[in-house]
Each structure stands twice: as structure tokens, then as C-alpha cells.
Nanobody
């Protein structure tokens, strides 16, 4: 139900964009988590639905470098990643959930919908 794309290999300082389309889930919050080898799941960012204000929430490690936007016409969210660092290397999972975005950063429960994940590798 989630169509995710993007990712790949980039040098430090470069940019990448991930996208995630969630057909039919217009009232849900959309966002991303990431998981590096041997580490726990980490909140990246999310965006509320348009109907609930469209607020954006970003995790502390990526604030000022990553942004999230949402095309409501086809319910696609975009994660724009700028000034990438080697420590951003991880598998990025698109997630969609009924909960407001403000709760995502400290959530440990499974999301309603979870994408397969795409690898982002940042070389130094």
C-alpha cells in the first residue's frame, strides 16, 4: 500500500530525496524512520495530514538539514535530505500512521503502515 522510492549512494555534503505514496490514506500522518546496523529505530521526521494542519516534525539529528513536504493531490510525501553526513547512513522506512506527528518521536509501537525500506549510504 506504500510506494517508496529514492535512496542510493552519495558523498558527504550531497543531497538525496525520498518519496512515499500512500494511496487512500489522506487523513494519516506520513513520515520516515531510519535504522542503521546494530542500532535502534530512529525517528527522522513526519508531516500531519492537510486536514490536521500539515505540521512538520523533524528529529533532532536532522533538523536544519532534512525537510518533509507533502503533495496532497496524490498523497505523496517527500523527504529532502541535504548536507548528508556519513552518520546518516541507514535504511530509511516510510511510515504512515493515524497518530498525530507530535507523538512520533517517542513512539515505540509499530506504525499502522510500514514501508520495506530503502538504503541511503553516505560516503566520507
Amino acid at each position: 500500500q506504500l510506494q517508496a522510492s529514492g535512496g542510493g549512494l552519495v558523498q558527504a555534503g550531497g543531497s538525496l530525496r525520498l518519496s512515499c505514496r500512500a494511496a487512500g490514506l489522506i487523513h494519516h500522518t506520513m513520515g520516515w524512520f531510519r535504522q542503521a546496523p546494530g542500532k535502534e529505530r530512529e525517528f527522522v521526521g513526519c508531516i500531519n495530514s492537510e486536514g490536521f494542519g500539515g505540521e512538520v516534525y523533524m528529529g533532532d539529528p536532522v533538523k536544519g538539514r532534512f525537510t518533509i513536504s507533502r503533495d496532497n493531490a496524490d498523497n505523496t510525501a517527500y523527504l529532502q535530505m541535504n548536507n548528508l553526513k556519513p552518520e546518516d547512513t541507514a535504511v530509511y522506512h516510510c511510515a504512515v500512521d493515524r497518530a498525530y506527528g507530535a507523538s512520533w518521536s517517542h513512539s515505540r509501537r509499530p506504525m499502522d503502515y510500514w514501508g520495506q525500506g530503502t538504503l541511503v549510504t553516505v560516503s566520507s
